[in-house]
């Protein structure tokens, strides 16, 4: 059974850090993609990076390049999601998501779900 339970979201001030990891279990990830999207109160669900399990190419939505860094740990299965120069339209739950082949950008393409992790920032 595929398992993706992310943590470390939480409530931080406007300028603030935070390192969500997502721990991966249940199936061989070496050639999937993991992704990381967020969803705020009444918005859809919108990607804000990605990484290919095997070669760490990363991709990252245009507001979070240069503050956000998707990086993996092969040896303990996580990926993580370091955001750094929090703003309060960063605020939203965070999802990790695996899908096997190459990074997309469509929550669609993605087969494999965690249950979220809410971070909030205040101004």
């Known amino acids: 059974q595929v398992q993706l339970v992310e943590s470390g979201g939480g409530l931080v001030q406007a300028g603030g850090s935070l390192r969500l990891s997502c721990a991966a279990s249940?199936?061989?990830?070496?050639?999937?993609?993991m992704g990381w999207f967020r969803q705020a109160p009444g918005k859809e669900r919108v990607f804000v990076a990605a990484?290919?399990?095997?070669?760490?190419?990363?991709h990252y939505r245009d507001s979070v390049k240069g503050r956000f860094t998707v990086s993996r740990d092969n040896a303990k299965n996580t990926v993580y999601l370091q955001m750094n120069s929090l703003k309060p339209e960063d605020t939203a739950v965070y999802y990790c998501?695996?899908?096997?082949?190459?990074?997309?950008?469509?929550?669609?393409?993605?087969?494999?779900w965690g249950q979220g992790t809410q971070v909030t920032v205040s101004s």
């Open positions: 998501a695996a899908r096997p082949g190459v990074i997309s950008g469509s929550s669609v393409m993605y087969d494999y």
């Open positions: 249940g199936r061989t990830f070496s050639r999937d993609a």
């Open positions: 990484i290919d399990w095997s070669d760490g190419t990363t």
